[in-house]
């Protein structure tokens, strides 16, 4: 099946120590994004890529980076995390066209405790 | 700015109908979703309305209407498995998604 993959599922690590997430998908689409979601509160958009296109969103922290090695991976680094940046991160992909749907699909999420 | 209301919390018996509403204020409009999420889990997508009516799928249904900047999900023969988190987002001018804080749904029997 088509779909959208997130490693690892649930990563604990200590205030300051560096973390990488990662997506995949097999969907082909275009849009890759990552967000960060907080309990009972919206997902908030941190970046996208548009092909290898990278967009930040302004209030997205400098200690929040990504990288996109082609059309199926992408990553989420955590340069410094702190207390606050604990959050499920959800990877979502697009076909990008901006005529219909053009629904998202997300993964399972990365769940992040920082301790 | 730019902002999705939407009720904090719900609660509906098994088998009963239940109507979350969703009102939106946005710069510019290009579609309005609904997605679900359980506890934990990513969402899911569930409806789309761009025009004004009600879409109809299975169960559920979804309704907008743009001059009233509102939408409502109908979720018919409630089950268990119904109760999660109800997401309302809609695109705006630069088809950038703006999303809802949800509305947690709690099915009793």
């Known amino acids: 099946d088509a779909m959208v993959i997130q490693n690892p599922r649930y990563q604990v690590t200590q205030f300051g120590k560096p973390v990488t997430l990662s997506c995949s998908q097999t969907l082909n689409h275009n849009v890759m994004y990552w967000y960060q979601q907080k309990s009972s509160q919206a997902p908030k958009l941190l970046f996208h890529y548009y092909d290898k296109d990278f967009n930040n969103e302004a209030d997205t922290p400098d200690n929040f980076q990504s990288r996109r090695p082609n059309t199926s991976f992408c990553f989420l680094d955590i340069r410094s995390p702190g207390l606050g940046d604990a959050a499920m991160y959800l990877c979502?992909?697009?076909?990008?066209?901006?005529?219909?749907?053009?629904?998202?699909?997300f993964g399972a999420g990365s769940r992040l405790t920082v301790l | 700015g730019q902002n999705i209301d939407q009720p904090t919390e719900m609660t509906a018996t098994e088998g009963a109908i239940v109507q979350i509403n969703c009102t939106y204020q946005?710069?510019?409009?290009?579609?309005l979703f609904w997605y679900q999420q359980h506890a934990g889990e990513a969402p899911t997508f569930l409806s789309y309305n761009v025009l004004d009516g009600l879409e109809e799928k299975g169960r559920f249904s979804s309704f907008l209407s743009r001059s009233k900047g509102y939408s409502y999900l109908l979720l018919k023969e409630l089950q268990m498995k119904d109760s999660a988190s109800y997401l309302c987002?809609?695109?705006?001018?630069?088809?950038?998604?703006?999303w809802g804080a949800g509305t947690k749904l709690i099915i009793k029997p």
């Open positions: 987002a809609v695109r705006d001018s630069n088809y950038q998604l703006i």
């Open positions: 979502a992909t697009s076909s990008g066209g901006t005529s219909g749907a053009n629904v998202l699909t």
């Open positions: 946005t710069s510019g409009f290009n579609g």
